[in-house]
């Protein structure tokens, strides 16, 4: 008897189906070594082309070059937010869009923390986060329960 060793074609088993035996291969579907194939091959470079060094090098070059762009354009308003925080009023009319503050003082975040009355607002924000977090994780874990143990005649549909 000949045995097939293209890829594509299934080996049948010596064993009975299901027999438990772990020298046996597993079986690979058509359907999932073709969707496996299909994303080895996306993306801009091909494998052939991530075998040389140097593109390889190129690659996680521009990759990390992105990064940091990409990071410092999110996080340059929280900087400069903290930096507009820190400066007196003038400064910032004057020199809007510099890196640092000629005279960094705390005076604005104490009037706006005590005069504004902003413990009171990040009071009522954090207990309005950690009631919302509690309640969705109850909902989360007990319709999961639901799903899983219970099985209603609808979970088929829900999964």
Request: aromatic share 8%; no cysteine.
């Amino acid at each position: 008897m000949s045995v097939d060793t293209r890829p594509d074609v299934e080996q049948p088993s010596s064993g009975a189906r299901g027999s438990g035996s772990s020298t046996e291969p597993a079986k690979v579907s058509r359907r999932d070594r073709r969707r496996a194939t299909e994303e080895q091959q996306r993306g801009i470079l091909s494998s052939t082309d991530l075998r040389s060094p140097r593109v390889r090098r190129t690659s996680r070059l521009v990759n990390g070059l992105l990064l940091f762009v990409l990071l410092l354009w999110g996080l340059g308003p929280l900087i400069w937010l903290a930096k507009a925080s820190i400066s007196p009023t003038q400064e910032l009319l004057r020199h809007p869009l510099s890196l640092w503050p000629a005279h960094a003082t705390l005076d604005n975040l104490h009037q706006a923390w005590y005069d504004l009355q902003l413990s009171l607002y990040f009071k009522n924000t954090l207990i309005m986060a950690f009631g919302s977090w509690f309640a969705q994780l109850f909902v989360a874990t007990t319709g999961g329960y639901a799903l899983s143990v219970l099985k209603p005649k609808y979970a088929s549909v829900v999964h």
